[in-house]
Every structure is written in structure tokens, then in C-alpha cells.
């Protein structure tokens, strides 16, 4: 495997991790009120996507529990329709998707 695919796998994890933490003893509310969490959350899951993006084909076949579509597909949405985001689907994700990819990336680098 190659070595980038690890740093990729890093690179999400953090940005998971800055997600859920920007997150704590917040409401979905906030998103509405506060333009620099949802701009961070939207940057932070675009960050997520990009690295899934970056992990090599024999790597995502040797870890198909990872959701790689989903992340990369909601990557590809974020970016390209920028003009049209639904804050619930990101505060969703972040606050219910994220602990579950968090525990299954750390699981490959503890793997590997």
C-alpha cells in the first residue's frame, strides 16, 4: 500500500476530529446564526471527501466498511453546489456520520 494513502486517512481524521470539536455544546441552531461554524464544518467535511478521494483503489477495496462514495459524493455536492447547501445534512453528518468514520479510520491506521 502506498504511503499516501495513510497520510490521506490522517488528514481526515483531523479534519473529523477539528468537525466534532467545533461542534461541541453546540444545537443545529447555531449553523444558522453562526456563519463561520458552518462555513468551518462545510470546509472541514470538503477536507474529509477529498482526502477519501485521494486513497488509492487497492486501498478502499482492502477497507469497503468505509462509506468512500458517501464521503467523496458529499464532497463533490459541497464543492460543486456551493449556492445550495443544506445545513441539517452537515450538521447531521458531523454530529451523527463523523464518530462512527472517526472510529473506523483510526481502526485502519492502528491496522497498519
Request: hydrophobic share 45%; proline share 4%.
Amino acid at each position: 500500500m502506498p504511503q499516501d494513502d495513510l497520510v490521506y486517512i490522517k488528514h481526515a481524521i483531523e479534519a473529523a476530529q477539528k468537525a466534532r470539536k467545533f461542534i461541541k455544546d453546540r444545537t443545529r441552531a447555531d449553523l444558522d446564526k453562526d456563519e463561520m461554524l458552518a462555513l468551518s464544518l462545510v470546509r472541514l467535511l470538503e477536507v474529509i471527501g477529498e482526502a477519501a478521494n485521494l486513497v488509492s483503489s487497492e486501498f478502499k477495496k482492502k477497507h469497503p466498511s468505509v462509506p468512500w462514495k458517501k464521503m467523496i459524493g458529499l464532497r463533490n455536492r459541497l464543492i460543486h453546489g456551493y449556492f445550495d447547501i443544506n445545513l441539517t445534512i452537515v450538521w447531521d453528518t458531523v454530529d451523527r456520520d463523523l464518530p462512527s468514520l472517526l472510529e473506523a479510520l483510526q481502526r485502519i491506521l492502528d491496522e497498519d
